[in-house]
């Protein structure tokens, strides 16, 4: 593992990031209600989850684009992060519903909570960072958590 700028980490926080902040301007239909009722350690872990993913991405210079035979991992990681965008994309075109967010993609459910943990997980495996990796894994508990008790939720 190696300290230093990681340009690809950076790309990957701007892709979550920017729509996430359109997000906040047109959440859907029925999110407040919904949200205030979420676990407190699920909540906890991925307030944790993303302090330590979001400083370590950016920190190791592992993630960065180089000649390897892990760079299928890379690039899978990357069509994740592509994968997410177009679930945006999608969203926003919808009438932003519940239903709508908490939807999947190319088979892959809950995918504005899964993609992005996915996607910095196979991260971690490029880098062969087992700090990312590990604080993957509490993002995902924590935020795929929550979703997943939202959508259990508004289907009952």
Known sequence: MNFGF??????????????????????PEG???????????????????????????????????RISKWAFILLASFLMMILYEIYWIRYFKSERKLKDFYTGICGIPLAGATLPVLAFFLLGIYGRNIFLIA??????????GIHANHKKEIQE
């Open 135 to 144: 604080s993957t894994v509490i993002l995902g508990i924590g935020h795929i």
């Open 31 to 65: 999110y407040k209600e919904i949200s205030g009722n979420e676990n407190k350690i699920l909540a906890f872990l991925e307030k944790a989850g993303e302090i330590l993913v979001t400083a370590i991405v950016v920190s190791f210079s592992d993630f960065n684009v």
């Open 6 to 27: 990681s340009y690809v980490g950076v790309i990957y926080l701007l892709m979550l990031f920017i729509p996430n902040g359109f997000w906040a301007k047109y959440p």
